[in-house]
C-alpha cells in the first residue's frame, strides 16, 4: 500500500480482513462545508483523469496553436482588423484562450449524458450531494481543464512573441475569468443535456451553438466592425465580457473588469441554477 | 406498517407511472433489517422502477416509501446517507484507477481525509481487489467491475445496499464471485441487502427472503423455501418445484387480479406469513 494509515487497525496480522471502518458510517458535514468538499473531490477526479491519460491535453493544443499560427500571423500581416495598436496575434490570444476553454466545456453536456447511460451519474445522485453541488462541481471541474488549456496557449503565444503580462495578480485574475466562463458554458451544455436528453440530439446542439457563439463575440474582432444586429448578440454574449476581461488582464487593453467578472458570474450562476433543476430530468 | 424503523424499508402503495404505462403499480413492501432480500421479476416487472424510487433517483408520485423510517419523497439526503447503491450497467469510471474509483465514493459520504485512505483499502480488499486496486478500472473483467463497484457502495457503510441485477452478463464464476463477497460483507457488517434479479437459481440460494414481481406488485413473499413448499401443496406434487417454477406459476399466464392464479398467490402468501 502506497498511502499509509491514519489510524492503523488494531490487528494488523490479519488486516486484508479487517473491515471496521466498514462498520462505521461516516458522519454528515456540516452544510456550509459541503459544497466546497463536492467541488474539489469532482476536481480532483478530473485531473486524476488527466494524469492517466494525456492524449486529451495534447490534441486539444493542436487548434489554438493552429488558430494562433495560421490565422493570427496572416491577419498580422493583412492588417485588416482595428485592433487600437495592438498586433493581431496578442489581440487574437485572450480570444483563442477563451474560445478553447469554451469548446471544452460546451462538451460537458455529452459527457454528462454518457456518464448517465453508463450508470455513473445515478450513482452519484444516490450520494448525499445537492444536485446544486454536483452541477457546481462538474462546472468547476471544466474549469481546471480549462485552466490546464489556458496555460498551453499563453505558453504557444509567448513563444509567438506576443508581449503577456508575468503580473501573478493579474495572471490570478486571467484563472478566475477562465474558470467563471467554463463554468457558465459546461452549464450551458447540462441545461441542454437535461432537455434533450439524448447524445445525437446534444451533438447538434453543439455544433449549432459554438460557432455562433465564438463568431458572435469580440474574441476576432472588436465590437465597432460588427453591424448593429451582431453587436447586440456579443452584448449578451458572455464569451464577449471574457474575453473583454482576458485582453485587459493580459496585455493592458482598456477593458471593464469589474462588469465582465460581474457578468461571468452572475452568468455562471444562472447556468449552475438552471442546469441543477434539470439534472433531475437526466435521472429518469 | 409506515414508518416502522425497526424495518429497512418499507413500500406502501407505491405507485409510478410512464405516461400511460403503469410500471409500478400499487407496490407493498417489507424489507426486514439485516436479511438479503430478493426482488424478482421478469423484465418490465416494474424492478428497476421501485428500485429507482427507492434510490431518491425517481419521485414518490403515489404512496410511500421508508427507508429505516426515513421518507423518501421528503428526505432524501438522510435516505441517501444509509444507502449503497450499484446500478443495473458496470458503472466503474474506466479512465480511472480502482482506488481512485473507491475513493471518490468516500470523499462524496465525506469520510474524513484521516481516514479515507484506510477505509478504501478495507473496502476494496473485502471484495478481493487489493492487488489490482492501483490498474485503471479499464482494465478489469465484468466480474472486477461489479466488485469494485460493490466496495464503492460499501465505502460509506450503509445500512441498505441496493443491488439492481448485481451479475447480470456476468459468468458463473464471475456470479458466484460476486455474491460470495456479497455475502461475507452481510456477515462482516450485518447490513441489510436489496438485490433484484431475474436469475430463479441465484435467488433461491442466496436470498433469506424473495418478492415475486409482475406487473408492477409483489405477487407473491416468502423464503424461497416457503415459496416451493407452497407451490407443491397447491398443484399436489410429489417433487419439490423450484423457484422457477414457482415463478412461472405467478408471471407465466398473464394473471390479472380477478384471475384465479391470483387467489393462489394470496393463500401462497397467507402459507409464507404463518410459516414466517
Same mark, same amino acid.
Given at each position: ?96 484562450? !477563451? ?18 447511460? !453508463? ?43 506576443? !508581449? ?90 482598456? !477593458? ?29 | ?276
Amino acid at each position: 500500500m502506497s498511502e499509509a494509515p491514519a489510524a492503523p487497525p488494531a490487528a494488523s496480522a490479519d488486516r486484508d480482513h479487517d473491515l471496521g471502518l466498514l462498520l462505521r458510517p461516516p458522519g454528515a458535514r456540516p452544510g456550509w462545508r459541503l459544497l466546497p468538499a463536492r467541488i474539489a473531490a469532482l476536481c480532483a477526479v478530473e485531473l486524476q483523469k488527466l494524469s492517466h491519460d494525456r492524449t486529451e491535453l495534447y490534441t486539444r493544443a493542436v487548434q489554438p496553436a493552429l488558430w494562433l499560427l495560421i490565422f493570427g500571423q496572416t491577419f498580422t500581416r493583412i492588417k485588416a482588423i482595428p485592433t487600437g495598436g495592438t498586433p493581431y496575434v496578442d489581440y487574437l490570444a485572450p480570444g483563442i484562450i !477563451a474560445q478553447s476553454a469554451m469548446f471544452i466545456a460546451i462538451f460537458y453536456g455529452i459527457q454528462i449524458i454518457w456518464e448517465r447511460d !453508463a450508470g455513473v451519474l445515478n450513482k452519484l445522485l444516490v450520494t448525499p450531494t445537492p444536485r446544486s453541488a454536483l452541477i457546481t462541481g462538474k462546472a468547476f471541474a471544466s474549469g481546471v481543464k480549462a485552466l490546464i488549456q489556458a496555460v498551453v496557449v499563453i505558453v504557444i503565444a509567448a513563444v509567438l512573441g506576443v !508581449a503577456l503580462t508575468w503580473n501573478p495578480l493579474r495572471l490570478l485574475g486571467v484563472a478566475a475569468a477562465v474558470v467563471l466562463g467554463s463554468a457558465f458554458f459546461s452549464c450551458l451544455s447540462m441545461t441542454i443535456a437535461g432537455i434533450v436528453l439524448s447524445r445525437d440530439r446534444l451533438m447538434g446542439f453543439g455544433q449549432a451553438i459554438t460557432m455562433p457563439l465564438f463568431f458572435g463575440s469580440n474574441a476576432l474582432y472588436p465590437l465597432s466592425v460588427m453591424p448593429g444586429w451582431l453587436q447586440a448578440v456579443s452584448k449578451v454574449n458572455p464569451l464577449s465580457y471574457q474575453v473583454d476581461a482576458l485582453r485587459g488582464l493580459l496585455l493592458g487593453t482598456p !477593458a471593464q473588469l469589474a462588469t465582465d467578472f460581474a457578468v461571468l458570474a452572475v452568468a455562471a450562476a444562472l447556468g449552475i441554477a438552471a442546469a441543477s433543476s434539470l439534472l433531475g430530468r437526466l435521472a429518469r | 406498517m409506515t414508518g416502522d424503523a425497526a424495518d429497512a424499508l418499507t413500500c406502501t402503495g407505491l405507485a409510478y407511472a410512464f405516461g400511460a404505462t403503469n410500471a409500478v403499480d400499487g407496490l407493498d413492501l417489507t424489507v426486514r433489517q439485516g436479511e438479503v432480500f430478493g426482488l424478482l421479476g421478469p423484465n418490465g416487472a416494474g424492478k428497476t422502477t421501485a428500485i429507482r424510487c427507492v434510490t431518491t433517483l425517481l419521485p414518490v408520485p403515489a404512496g410511500m416509501v421508508r427507508v429505516f423510517g426515513h421518507d423518501a419523497a421528503r428526505d432524501q439526503m438522510a435516505v441517501r446517507r444509509l444507502l449503497g447503491y450499484v446500478p443495473q450497467q458496470l458503472s466503474a469510471d474506466a479512465a480511472l484507477t480502482g482506488r481512485q474509483n473507491v475513493a471518490l465514493f468516500a470523499r462524496v459520504f465525506d469520510v474524513p481525509r484521516r481516514e479515507r485512505a484506510e477505509r478504501v483499502r478495507q473496502a476494496l480488499a473485502a471484495v478481493g481487489l487489493a492487488d489490482a486496486a492501483d490498474r485503471l478500472a479499464g482494465t478489469y473483467s465484468g466480474g472486477m467491475v461489479r466488485r469494485l463497484e460493490l466496495a464503492q457502495a460499501l465505502v460509506s457503510a450503509p445500512r441498505l445496499l441496493i443491488l439492481d441485477e448485481p451479475t447480470i452478463g456476468l459468468d458463473p464464476i464471475a456470479r458466484t464471485g460476486v455474491w460470495e463477497h456479497i455475502n461475507a460483507v452481510r456477515a462482516a457488517t450485518g447490513m441489510t441487502v436489496l438485490v433484484t434479479t431475474h436469475y430463479m437459481d441465484e435467488a433461491d440460494q442466496y436470498c433469506d427472503r424473495v418478492g415475486l414481481m409482475h406487473r408492477g406488485r409483489v405477487r407473491a413473499l416468502g423464503t424461497p423455501a416457503e415459496l416451493r413448499q407452497g407451490l407443491r401443496e397447491r398443484l399436489g406434487a410429489d417433487a419439490l418445484p423450484t423457484l422457477e417454477d414457482v415463478f412461472r406459476a405467478v408471471a407465466g399466464s398473464g394473471l390479472d387480479e380477478k384471475s384465479g392464479e391470483f387467489r393462489d398467490v394470496r393463500s401462497t402468501r397467507r402459507t409464507a406469513r404463518r410459516v414466517g
